[in-house]
Structure formats: structure tokens, C-alpha cells
């Protein structure tokens, strides 16, 4: 039996939609890697920050599917970065307030360019990984556990490859130390179970992590 001119007119906007989406998603892709382009030394940063956080999710018990959509999000998380000037971003030294309000921007930015492809939650995932436990973080100045749960191991991932590796701005920190850092900021700049889980990942005898 055919399908009535309606059904065919819904299928159609359906069909339009998810090719839209495609096109979309693709696009964002594109500029996150660009986003990395912009520094030389940045590697594919978008690309081991979300296979980092999916894996922090999972030693906290994250099912299969919130992981995926976390990984989603945190190879976009910087996408809004594609809007700053490559002159600040590659600053090797301090920024000046009015530049460094423009870097903090890009949570938002990259936030709003991700709604119309991701759902809710990743969205504020991406917006909301620059805050802090503390309540000191941008852009909103949230606190604690009303920071979403996926932008607290976001940033926790985030911060971990930036300490890692070599920055326009300052040498890259071994795993030891690094882990100190992340340890040190526990319950002031980050998530404590999201850090614990983070240690326990990358640092447990490697026998445990393949039986």
C-alpha cells in the first residue's frame, strides 16, 4: 500500500533532518580539529581528551551508552576556540584581562555550536567543564554537585592532557607529577571521585587493567 501524501511529506522532513545533522556534526569535527591546529604543539588534544574522560566514566560506573555520549561531547568540548584569535591563543606569556574573558568564552561558545547536533546534557557538559568544585570556575560559577557529572570528569580529563603535554605556554609535567597536581587540586578545582578514578586508571598494575 502506498503512503498517503503525508506520510511521505513527514518522512521526507525526517529524512531532511537527519542529513542536516550529519552535515552538522560533520562540520563540528572539521573545526575541532582545526581548533588544534592553531597550536602546534596542542597534537590531537580533542581526541585524547574524550578517550580519557569515556575511561574515567567507566571506573565510575558509567553505562556503555552515557560513556558514548561523553566521548561525543568531549571531542567538541574546545570547538568554540575556533572563534579566538590565533594571537591569544598562541600568547606564550600571561594574557591581559580583556583577552583572557575571550578564551574563558569559548565554554559558551562551544556550547551553543554543539546544541542544534548534541542532546541537552552534552551540551552542558561542554559549557559547564571549566567549573571548578569550589565554585571558582567559569562560566557559570557553579559548585560542586550542581556541576553536570559529565563536565566534572571532563575536566578533570582536560587538564590532565594539558598538564601532559607541551604547551605554547609551559613545559609538559610527567604522569607523577601531574597525578600530584590533580591529587593537590582534589575537592578545590576538581571532583575528588573523578580524580580517585583518574589515579586508579591510569596508575594500577597493568595485569589488573587487562584481567
Do not use: N
Not at 57 to 66: I, N
Not at 157 to 179: E, F, I, K, Q
Request: aromatic letters at 6%.
Amino acid at each position: 500500500m502506498s503512503r498517503r501524501p503525508a506520510d511521505r511529506d513527514l518522512a521526507e522532513v525526517l529524512g531532511d533532518r537527519i542529513e542536516r545533522r550529519g552535515r552538522a556534526a560533520i562540520a563540528l569535527h572539521a573545526h575541532a580539529v582545526a581548533v588544534d591546529a592553531k597550536d602546534p604543539l596542542h597534537g590531537a588534544h580533542h581526541m585524547r581528551v574524550a578517550s580519557l574522560a569515556a575511561q574515567i566514566a567507566g571506573e565510575l560506573g558509567w553505562p556503555w551508552q552515557r560513556r558514548a555520549a561523553l566521548h561525543e561531547a568531549a571531542l567538541v568540548h574546545d570547538v568554540g576556540k575556533i572563534w579566538i584569535p590565533d594571537e591569544i591563543l598562541q600568547e606564550p606569556g600571561p594574557l591581559l584581562p580583556a583577552d583572557y574573558d575571550r578564551v574563558k568564552a569559548h565554554a559558551t561558545l562551544s556550547a551553543s555550536m554543539v546544541a542544534a547536533v548534541l542532546d541537552a546534557d552534552q551540551a552542558s557538559w561542554i559549557r559547564s567543564h571549566h567549573e571548578r568544585w569550589d565554585g571558582q570556575g567559569y562560566p557559570d560559577g557553579l559548585a560542586g554537585e550542581d556541576i553536570p557529572e559529565g563536565a566534572r570528569i571532563l575536566a578533570v580529563a582536560d587538564a590532565w592532557d594539558a598538564m601532559t603535554h607541551t604547551r605554547l605556554y609551559c613545559p609538559r609535567l610527567d604522569a607523577a607529577d601531574a597525578a600530584d597536581e590533580c591529587l593537590a587540586e582534589r575537592g578545590r578545582q576538581f571532583w575528588p571521585l573523578a580524580v580517585e578514578a583518574l589515579i586508579t586508571l591510569l596508575f594500577r598494575p597493568e595485569e589488573s587493567r587487562t584481567g
